[in-house]
Structure formats: structure tokens, C-alpha cells
């Protein structure tokens, strides 16, 4: 079945670095991909999203372009805060036999931002 | 306003027992779904709920019984509760049909279950 991969973490970094957590895909079809991130405590939020090949999905000063060559839709940001410590995860819809859409989700990567 | 709420947000509870979760969106979506995040935060999806009809249903133990009472509600309930069911339960919801279709889903602030 369809499945994402992203690097594991956890990602540490000084304020104000910049950000890259990899994301790739193995899907059948044309997901849609996602980025969801989830700060401590909470559930999952939509970060920022990508429908078709070469969309660039952007919320927050995060970015994330969906590769169709790669199968790929890395996190950036060109500079993190401590505000932005949490979870993040990467995620592609798949079409279920019902017709229906379900999210995979990768494994999650962990940002620690200090100040 | 909360957009999909869950009660209660902590369980903790004895192996064997029966407990349930209850899942409530009030943003008008159509398609419900329950979520389990293991310790090492490996979120997998459990069940999915369109119009109160069953639409997804993975490779869960048929101690975890979903119901979905109207398309605003999808509760869970689980039979003689085992140590692995500890876990982080997160319920989501999308629209999935009509003319705003989005796909994307939004998520409660999850029930963290402790079996003892």
C-alpha cells in the first residue's frame, strides 16, 4: 500500500536556523500530500497542503513543494522559533476500496528549537 | 468553539474493564474518524464514519467497537481492556462528499488511555 517516509528525529536547532525535515512517498496513484503538526499536548493541526505535482503548499513561513520526479514534499523554513518545537508529520491521502479517502501518516519528526 | 471535542481527555483504567470515548465535531462534516498514537507517536488509523455508515476499517481488534449515533458523533467503545491498548485515541473529522470536498481532517485534542 501506499506509504510515507521522513527522516527521523529529533531535529535540533537554534533559533532563527533554518529548517528541512525530508518527507518522500511510495504512492500508486496522485495523492494529495499534507504536512500536520502537533504541539505538546495536542492533536494534529494542518500545517499546509499540496493537491497536484509542482503545488507549493505554504502556511506560517513553512513551504513544502510537491515533487512528483522525487516523490518527495520536504518541510522548510527559513527561520525556526522557539514557538515552533513540536511534532511534525507528513502525511498523503489514499484512496480506499469504498471510494473514500484515508490518511497515511509517517512516523513524525520531533523539532526542538532553542533560543 | 471548540471544533471536534473528545471526552474524557484522560482514562486511566484496570485491564479487563470496558471503557468508552466520545467524539464530537460542530463544524458540519460529514466523515468522522478515530485515530490511535502509540508511544513513539505512530499515528495509525482505526476506523472511518461517512453518514453514520462504516467506510474504513482496519486491522482492529473486534474489542474496539466504533458507533456514530449522527454525523456530528463517533464514539468508541473497547471491551476487557488490555495493557497494549495504552495509548493517545485522536478522533478527526473532514467533509469527504458534496461540493466541499477538502480531504483535509481536523483533529481533537486526543484521550490518552493508561491500562493498568
Known amino acids: 500500500g501506499d506509504s510515507v517516509t521522513q527522516m527521523e528525529g529529533p531535529v ?8 528541512t525535515i525530508n518527507c518522500t512517498y ?6 494529495s500530500l499534507f504536512w ?15 493537491t497536484k505535482a509542482d503545488d507549493k503548499g505554504s502556511n506560517k513561513g513553512f513551504e513544502a ?14 527561520s525556526v522559533q522557539v514557538s515552533d518545537s513540536a511534532v511534525y508529520f507528513c502525511a498523503l491521502s489514499d484512496l480506499v476500496n469504498t471510494g473514500f479517502q484515508k490518511l497515511v501518516f509517517g512516523t513524525g519528526t520531533r523539532l526542538l528549537v532553542s533560543p | 468553539d471548540t471544533a471536534v471535542s473528545q471526552t474524557p481527555k484522560y482514562l486511566v483504567t484496570q485491564m479487563g474493564n470496558d471503557k468508552s470515548i466520545k467524539c464530537e465535531q460542530n463544524l458540519g462534516h460529514d466523515t468522522m474518524y478515530w485515530y490511535k498514537q502509540d508511544s513513539k507517536k505512530f499515528l ?16 482492529v481488534p473486534n474489542r474496539f467497537s466504533p458507533k456514530s449515533p449522527d454525523k456530528a ?13 495504552s495509548a493517545v ?28
Do not use: W
Open chain 1, 12 to 19: 535540533t536547532l537554534s533559533e532563527e536556523a533554518c529548517l
Open chain 1, 26 to 31: 511510495t504512492a500508486t496513484g496522485y495523492p
Open chain 1, 36 to 50: 500536520y503538526v502537533q504541539y505538546p499536548g495536542e492533536g494534529l493541526q494542518l500545517l499546509l497542503k499540496a
Open chain 1, 65 to 78: 513543494t510537491y515533487r512528483k520526479e522525487t516523490t518527495s514534499f520536504h518541510l522548510e523554513k527559513g
Open chain 2, 44 to 59: 495509525k488509523i482505526m476506523f472511518s464514519y461517512n453518514n453514520k455508515e462504516l467506510i474504513i476499517n482496519e486491522t
Open chain 2, 73 to 85: 458523533h463517533l464514539n468508541l467503545h473497547i471491551n476487557s481492556l488490555e495493557l497494549g491498548d
Open chain 2, 89 to 116: 485515541y485522536f478522533c478527526a473529522s473532514s467533509q469527504e462528499s458534496g461540493t466541499t470536498v477538502s480531504y483535509e481532517q481536523y483533529f481533537g485534542p486526543g484521550t490518552r488511555l493508561t491500562v493498568t
